[in-house]
């Protein structure tokens, strides 16, 4: 299964879910597991349990794709696992996984543990590891040639790089994207976006801010939420360093609502803090307290890490702007203490400076100087030259609070000056550093208190100046933004156009498909009725038509005659398609052979139909197979211009199938009733061939065809039921077979004397008589002349002579009639 799936791919899987049980269940049980791990943690690990049942249910566990799919639910647990900061289990889990992917020799398996590996190191703040992962993930990936997979490892590679080492992710990037022709896929796309973004942060923060929002947006589609939160923030915290608030309270907004519905601590702590970063730089302090506050308690259950850090920094910043400088001296602390634990000495360096002030503040002199001289050795020993002028600013603060007297060596009148000054210094030798306007401003109000009105006029238009060109380039920086947004957004409506010509070539092509496939089942059916309801069917679900009617040619009066007319839920509807103007519209588009288009107004339909549509569209289309015309089919939808070209190229081509579908079962139809008419004078002629045209009493010819299987069926009967000691059984009476022969005396006679006109009428009469006798299972047969010939059936031989006498009684005793005699 892939890497990352796009919503199209899970959507698939969520329909064909429903059709699937046992062991057919399990591969998309499984892809919608591993696909949903960070769209949706938790119906993922609903996945994985049924995906278990399922394993441990209908397949063996000695198979290799059982031991591989054991493998995969266990990536996915570890996943989820790390996202819930539960390290232990998502450790042992992870260690499962890769062991199992190498016996299995899974090197693509292999690969993907390592990715996994990824989420747990940054989840747990050791970027270290992450790269060191990601590095490996790629190598495993080489192996198993997996090429997409290869270059999404080597983007989150460059990625990670990015943070810890920029100048060879620079040079490692060049090289990725001199290997890829063009990005297709939204999370290799993201993934080089996001370190596109994070390597312009310090040099272009408008090119950053939009590289990291683009990061954002394609990490969502591809289901990389932990991604798309952070880039989304990282790209909040650009647009905040150029001035667009806006903006970047919208991203946080974003970032933040979406990591609460991840229910991932860590996330919603890490959004947490950026917008209460946010809310102090508004000034909206106490916002900003309540913000900070609770994305502390997100990350309550944690001793250690950089965002319990950083969350502990930022709140002592807020509460040392709010006028409390001991809490924020005590956060400050705590901060302090987490960031010697991981390592991080800009962060450490930094935040000794506002614990200084905030000790300062609270009246701490000593401490704060004992912070700030641990606070210097680190920049010193670290070249951290921009923090140089951040100490230097903090001491002018702490001696300016304290008010301590000038020292020996000094230049300047005060200490508050002396460490201003140097700061100025200090800054002046780093390239590219310009003096800030609040830092010119406190040198000017500095030496007005120590009564140099010349310095202080001096650093007050410098301050001036330094407040314009920071307004000049916080509007340069926006301009730059949105030059930035426009070729972007520019160059994703390019993309979405050639997204939408692919769609629409797709769409073409699946309908072409699809019409095949109908017009393969419409023109199936021999059916006229089962031809209309697939017409129906397909018509109501591909064009949303609510009615349908057919008129056929009437081949006597060549006259339409609407033979089907399907309501829908509609009545009025119907009514209005069955009305003389409509069949009226049939005639003419035949007649001209041409679709025909047709928009009623509601003021045209009655007031019991104003209540039920506000207009409706009929489309009229002629069926016609080869020259020969057949009728006019008719749809009918509610609403205006709801049949688009696209829709009448449809509504064309289910005419022109319906058109040989209806042909077909017209001619179905016909050539079935000239077979039955066939079979009827077959059956008349076999009938007239054993049957006496005089009486109407079977021939010779008939007994000969059925005289053999009676009496076999005698024979068997007699066979089947005689004892041991061969003896006959009294049932076996029933199964006699008796032949009479029956012959008129002084026949010859009556031909002679009457005529044999009247011969033939006693010859009728004596079939009567004899139906009298017998039963309709029993063969009359006219032997020939005057004779006559039966044979009862299935009776017992007891009862002949009395047969015999009844025959003789029913021609003896009763007089014969003859016309005009």
């Known amino acids: 299964m892939d890497l990352y799936a796009l919503s199209d791919e899970i959507n698939r899987l969520y ?64 996943e989820i696992a790390a996202l819930f900061q539960e390290f232990d289990n998502a450790e042992q889990l992870l260690l499962e996984a890769r062991c199992g992917f190498v016996v299995l020799g899974d090197f693509s398996g292999e690969g993907d543990s390592c990715l996994l590996e990824v989420i747990i190191a940054l989840e747990q703040g050791d970027v270290k590891r992450a790269v060191q992962a990601a590095k490996s993930a790629a190598l495993c990936f080489e192996r198993s040639d ?21 100048s060879e992710a620079r040079g490692r990037l060049m090289s990725l994207l001199a290997n ?53 923030c990282n790209a909040g915290v650009a647009l905040q360093k150029l001035g667009a608030l806006d903006a970047a309270a919208s991203n946080y907004d974003w970032a933040v609502s979406r990591a609460r519905k991840t229910a991932w601590p860590v996330m919603i702590a890490f959004t947490l803090i950026r917008l209460g970063e946010l809310l102090r730089h508004l000034n909206r302090l106490e916002q900003s307290q309540q913000v900070l506050e609770e994305a502390l308690q997100d990350l309550a259950g944690r001793n250690s890490g950089i965002h319990l850090a950083i969350a502990h920094a930022e709140l002592g910043s807020t509460l040392l702007l709010r006028g409390l400088p001991k809490e924020a001296a005590s956060y400050f602390d705590t901060a302090i203490k987490l960031y010697r634990e991981v390592g991080s000495c800009h962060n450490l360096c930094e935040h000794l400076i506002s614990q200084a002030r905030a000790l300062s503040a609270a009246g701490e002199s000593m401490a704060a100087l004992t912070a700030i001289d641990e606070a210097r050795a680190l920049i010193e020993e670290l070249s951290l030259d921009t923090l140089q002028v951040d100490l230097r600013e903090a001491l002018a603060e702490i001696h300016h609070r304290n008010n301590s007297p000038a020292i020996s060596d000094m230049q300047v009148p005060t200490l508050t000056l002396h460490y201003l000054e140097q700061a100025l210094c200090v800054g002046s030798g780093v390239d590219g550093w310009m003096a800030s306007s609040s830092l010119l401003l406190s040198l000017a109000e500095a030496w007005s208190q120590a009564g140099d009105g010349q310095q202080a006029f001096s650093y007050a238009k410098q301050a001036i100046a ?9 509007a340069e920086n926006l301009t730059s933004l949105m030059q930035v947004r426009h070729e972007t957004e520019r160059a994703k409506a390019e993309a979405m156009h050639h997204q939408q010509l692919a769609m629409v070539s797709m769409e073409t092509s699946q309908t072409l498909d699809l019409l095949a496939t109908v017009g393969q089942e419409i023109t199936a059916d021999l059916n006229f009725k089962n031809v209309c309801h697939s017409l129906q069917r397909h018509l109501g679900s591909l064009l949303g038509a609510a009615d349908l009617c057919i008129w056929l040619i009437d081949p006597d009066s060549r006259g339409l005659v609407l033979s089907y007319c399907s309501e829908g839920d509609m009545t009025a509807c119907a009514d209005l398609l069955k009305s003389d103007r409509n069949a009226a519209h049939a005639t003419l588009c035949i007649a001209q052979r041409q679709e025909m288009l047709l928009t009623t107004d509601v003021e045209e339909v009655s007031e019991r139909e104003q209540d039920l549509v506000s207009g409706r569209t009929m489309l009229f289309g002629p069926l016609i197979v080869g020259d020969c015309a057949l009728g006019v089919m008719a749809i009918q939808s509610i609403g205006s211009l ?29 050539l079935q009733e000239t077979q039955k008419q066939l079979e009827h004078a077959l059956l008349d002629l076999e009938e007239t061939s054993l049957t006496d045209p005089l009486t109407g009493l079977k021939n010779r010819r008939f007994l000969m065809q059925h005289i053999d299987g009676d009496v076999a069926q005698s024979v068997r009967h007699y066979q089947d039921v005689f004892t041991v000691s061969g003896v006959a059984d009294v049932a076996s009476k029933d199964a006699d077979l008796l032949i009479f022969l029956v012959d008129l005396d002084h026949f010859k006679q009556i031909n002679d004397k009457y005529g044999h006109a009247a011969g033939d009428a006693v010859l009728v009469q004596i079939r009567e008589r004899l139906q009298q006798v017998f039963r309709d299972s029993d063969y009359l047969i006219r032997w020939g002349g ?36």
């Open 15 to 78: 329909i064909e879910l429903p059709q699937l049980d046992g062991i057919a269940r399990v591969d998309v049980v499984i892809s919608l597991a591993w696909h949903l791990r960070q769209l949706d943690s938790r119906q993922s690990l609903a996945f994985v349990s049924e995906a278990e049942i399922l394993l441990n249910t209908h397949t063996s566990s000695s198979s290799e794709w059982w031991r591989s799919a054991t493998c995969r639910l266990a990536l996915i647990r570890a």
């Open 180 to 232: 890829i022709n063009e990005v297709k896929h939204p999370a290799l796309a993201g993934l080089v976006a996001a370190a596109q973004g994070e390597l312009l942060f310090t040099s272009e923060l408008a090119r950053s801010a939009v590289m990291y929002s683009q990061a954002s947006e394609l990490a969502r589609q591809a289901g990389l939420i932990r991604l798309a939160i952070m880039s989304a």
């Open 146 to 166: 997996a090429v997409l997979r290869k270059l999404l490892a080597q983007a989150w590679h460059v990625y990670l790089l990015a943070f810890v080492e920029p």
């Open 642 to 670: 709801v049949y688009g070209e696209r829709a009448r190229l449809i509504f064309r081509s289910l005419c022109a199938y319906g058109a040989i579908a209806l042909d077909n079962a017209h001619t179905h139809a016909q």
């Open 466 to 474: 330094a407040d314009r060109r920071e307004r000049s380039n916080q």
């Open 786 to 821: 005057e004779e006559f010939l039966i044979v009862a059936r299935g009776t017992t031989r007891d009862i002949a002579a009395e047969l015999a006498e009844r025959v003789r009684l029913v021609v003896a005793e009763y007089e014969f009639h003859l016309e005009g005699n």
